[in-house]
């Protein structure tokens, strides 16, 4: 049982490159989420998924595209990468949409020169 | 617009000393909050959840209390080892789904 996985662990990309970060889970959860984490401002949710099929905006979306391929896949894409978004990524997912605690994969470094 | 303040200031304990770390938050009615353990190079691990008609929580030597009335959690650590030391984060939410919202963490770093 590996839980969150994410891929790849560390990423460097030049200014308007593109490049999609993968995350799976095997824990049968409904719920997938991406959250970026910057230093001093905490997490942040980028954009979440309640349920196979579905996609929303979190607080901070602009510049990153989401794709909810199955159940167990939740994948984030930069389109034209920009040095604001570097950051380290977290993907994370619960059970559902209740007071279920999230699980967290070990990120992603993104660094865009 | 809703607001989570957590001391940004690392806090150093001594071994065997009680940690007690605070969660303020502003225009924000959270139905229960959640605290995670973060250490370097790794992502959040949930803690401990606490909702809003619950005063207190514990799990071994943590302990987190949530007072609506004055918008404030508590995280304490009782009896606190140099494993213990990593951030924490807390991070309330609203009873619809489960969007959390985190505090930016307080660093703990417990010295044997």
Not at chain 2, 40 to 66: A, D, M, Q, S
Request: net charge positive; hydrophobic share 30%; proline share 5%.
């Amino acid at each position: 049982n590996a839980g969150v996985t994410q891929t790849p662990k560390f990423q460097v990309l030049k200014t308007g490159q593109s490049m999609t970060l993968q995350c799976a889970q095997d824990m049968n959860h409904n719920s997938m989420y991406w959250y970026r984490q910057d230093p001093g401002m905490g997490l942040r949710l980028i954009y979440y998924s309640a349920s196979e099929g579905t996609t929303d905006k979190g607080e901070v979306p602009n510049g990153y595209n989401v794709s909810r391929l199955n159940k167990r896949e939740f994948s984030l894409r930069l389109e034209s990468a920009a040095p604001s978004q570097t950051s380290v990524y977290f993907c994370a997912s619960s059970a559902s949409g209740g007071f279920e605690t999230q699980y967290f994969g070990p990120g992603t470094r993104l660094l865009v020169l | 617009s809703q607001k989570i303040e957590q001391n940004s200031e690392a806090l150093n304990i001594q071994e065997g000393k009680t940690a007690t770390l605070t969660c303020n938050y502003t225009n924000y009615s959270p139905a229960y909050l959640q605290w995670y353990r973060q250490d370097p190079g790794r992502g959040p691990v949930f803690l401990l959840l606490i909702r809003e008609n619950e005063k207190e929580k514990r799990k071994e030597r943590l302990k987190v209390t949530f007072d609506t009335t004055l918008k404030q959690s508590l995280f304490h650590i009782t009896a606190s080892q140099p494993a213990d030391s990593a951030t924490y984060l807390c991070a309330p939410a609203k009873a619809a789904g489960n969007k959390l919202t985190f505090g930016g963490g307080t660093r703990v770093l417990v010295k044997p």
